[in-house]
């Protein structure tokens, strides 16, 4: 308590009310899949739109899995139709499997061509397309030193790596001025690389720059390793300008914008206010942070041998004669481009296995991948892994099915999620039920069939595993209604037909065995038309009662982290009584809860019939929370004869 120690006026703050509880996010949803770009290890960021989605992980070409014929991009498709259903926040996490025959070895640290271990077909064996600069052009076969080398490199693996990189020099105005009768410069910095030439342009010659702080002093580093001081450089008929790069990234099919990132420092040692912002630093394999790294779509790595701008000029300028004269003699306000490669032997690897979609976590590196990275996403409430169920009737049936299991361990794992769940592409009606008779689960629901849209890219009809479309339907129904009512009877916007145009006598088969249906109705389009979970437990038949309670729980959970270590007695209880109910309460009046009257709705209970005194010697506090879920009316039941006046009933 206060200590009042000596006279005077005290204010102190008291709190009249109980805490309440907010309602978590019901929509986020995880995918977990193989795309055409973007990062593995790092943490999945945030998604809201499409477009963001593929300034990540690239656009929706197919993937070329040679030994997957007919496994087009799902994921991107998925993205698009979860957007496109009212999906409003997503997470992505790429599933990777590099090449893994015998013939493809690690790439060397050195320039691989044909005859390089490491290439097989112009593929690499880790996905990553690349490039090498040389000091100087060597006979086919001729190993490079791994000193003089400047790789380029697409920072992820995946065909769509293939990358366009052009490199330009730029030069500043002059810096060099006359100040109280003496030489100086300004807008200068350590470390700069500049030409130094004649007014007219003639007798250029390029420098490093670099200050002494102790006596303020600056000097001249030439590439013949001539110090030149400032002091002796004539302002009236020299001049000095800062030479920096600006590099441009395209795909090699020029059909987007090219990226540019321009006034690049040459030096590797260069900073500004104290961050590294060299050409090297920039697109280095580690950059600052994970938000750089994800929007950098190349590596620039450099071998031991180049210490500072002068080596990376020297290895630059020898692949062409001409080109360091030029440098040291450019026109004014033109741009010098050094050179213009295109990343070669990207590739989207095989298709993803059981071991890729799961993931794996490397404490060392501090990273996850695969389902291990939503491990640490809080906000999903959704998870799925669409096209992973594609070939099921083709060999793919136990890859399938262990993938599913992986799904719903997760989801129970994290008791806050569920899984949505693809049937197999092209299967018939017994194959269906074969399949889903195969789990248990009351934290996923089952679909069928696949979903048929117009394909924007070939303009073609095209199958596509429901997940996307019914996570995008989940959405759009918690938003407009609330995670309490069936997310059923609802419009699938995007479809214009399905694999299979299920009758009434198909699902009376298929929906008592937990399996959703998408049906087609005259005059009221195409709706999924299910809302059951993959549980033989009637208690969690139906899948927004489920959701409805791990809503519930995580509110609750959230919103009651101030109790933890609180002295546990009445008035303890008595406020974690009205935090919940007053929650509660407020679920009731928005027509969550069944019955006319709160009492009838939902009960809290928190006191000593709740606990024993065990229970207190031990630091438990129990609370016992009752709600009256709502059910669909999934049985629409009108009894109807005929009545005439004296009749009684």
């Excluded at 939902?602 to 438990?620: A, E, H, I, P, W």
Aim: proline content about 6%.
């Amino acid at each position: 308590m206060p200590e009042y120690l000596s006279p005077g006026v005290y204010v102190e703050e008291v709190s009249f009310r109980a805490k309440s509880i907010e309602g978590v996010s019901t929509t986020t949803t995880g995918f977990v899949g193989p795309a055409r770009y973007g990062p593995i290890t790092q943490e999945p960021d945030i998604i809201t739109s499409l477009v963001e989605f593929e300034q990540f992980h690239g656009d929706g070409r197919a993937l070329d899995f040679d030994a997957a014929a007919g496994f087009t991009n799902y994921l991107w498709y998925a993205v698009r139709a979860f957007f496109e259903e009212g999906g409003k926040r997503l997470f992505v996490s790429r599933a990777f499997n590099p090449l893994n025959d015998a013939d493809y070895a690690p790439p060397p640290a050195s320039l691989a061509d044909d005859s390089t271990p490491g290439q097989e077909g112009n593929l690499y064996a880790d996905g990553h397309a690349r490039d090498y600069v040389r000091a100087a052009p060597a006979a086919p076969g001729d190993p490079l030193e791994t000193g003089d080398a400047l790789e380029l490199r697409a920072r992820f693996p995946g065909a769509a790596g293939n990358l366009r990189v052009r490199l330009y020099f730029r030069y500043s105005q002059n810096v060099l001025v006359t100040r109280d009768g003496a030489p100086a410069v300004s807008a200068l910095m350590n470390r700069d690389l500049v030409l130094i030439d004649d007014s007219d342009g003639d007798n250029g010659a390029l420098y490093l720059a670099s200050f002494e702080p102790n006596d303020g002093a600056w000097s001249f580093t030439s590439l013949a390793g001539v110090d030149t001081a400032l002091a002796s450089i004539d302002p009236a008929t020299r001049r000095i300008r800062v030479l920096t790069a600006t590099l441009g990234v395209q795909p090699p099919d020029r059909s987007q914008a090219e990226d540019i990132w321009d006034n690049l420092a040459l030096d590797p040692a260069h900073n500004r206010a104290g961050f590294a912002d060299s050409l090297l630093a920039r697109f280095a394999s580690l950059p600052a942070n994970d938000s750089r790294a994800r929007t950098l779509p190349i590596e620039i790595l450099a071998g031991d041998d180049i210490d500072d701008g002068l080596d990376l000029i020297r290895l630059l300028t020898n692949q062409t004669a001409d080109l360091l004269a030029g440098l040291q003699a450019p026109e004014a306000d033109d741009a010098v481009l050094l050179f213009e490669r295109i990343l070669a032997g990207g590739n989207d690897g095989e298709r993803p296995l059981l071991a890729d979609y799961a993931g794996r976590a490397d404490a060392g590196e501090n990273y996850k991948t695969g389902l291990r990275a939503f491990e640490d996403i809080e906000d999903i409430s959704i998870v799925a892994a669409p096209g992973a169920t594609f070939g099921y009737e083709n060999g793919q049936d136990e890859e399938a099915q262990a993938l599913i299991n992986l799904l719903l361990n997760h989801c129970r794992n994290m008791r806050y999620r569920v899984a949505v769940i693809d049937c197999g592409d092209a299967q018939s009606v017994a194959q269906v039920r074969a399949m889903r008779a195969r789990f248990d689960s009351n934290y996923a629901a089952f679909h069928y069939p696949w979903v048929i849209v117009r394909d924007p890219i070939t303009r073609q009809n095209l199958a596509l595993p429901p997940s996307g479309f019914v996570a995008g339907i989940y959405a759009r129904n918690d938003i407009n209604r609330g995670v309490w009512k069936a997310p059923a009877n609802e419009v699938v916007g995007s479809a214009i037909k399905f694999e299979l145009m299920l009758n009434k006598g198909q699902q009376d088969v298929l929906n008592p065995e937990g399996i959703n249906c998408f049906r087609y109705f005259e005059g009221r389009g195409m709706r999924l038309w299910g809302a059951r979970t993959m549980s033989s437990d009637p208690e969690w038949k139906y899948i927004n009662v489920r959701r409805y309670f791990a809503y519930l729980e995580r509110s609750i959970d959230k919103g009651t982290q101030w109790a933890v270590f609180e002295p546990n007695g009445e008035r303890l209880w008595a406020n974690v009584r009205r935090t919940i109910g007053d929650f509660l309460l407020n679920e009731w009046q928005m027509g969550a809860l069944l019955g006319d009257k709160p009492e009838k709705a939902y009960f809290v209970k928190c006191d000593r019939s709740t606990m024993t005194q065990n229970d207190l010697d031990n630091g438990r506090l129990v609370c016992l929370i009752g709600v009256a879920p709502l059910k669909p009316a999934e049985f629409v039941i009108f009894r109807i004869g005929q009545w005439t006046a004296d009749a009684k009933l």
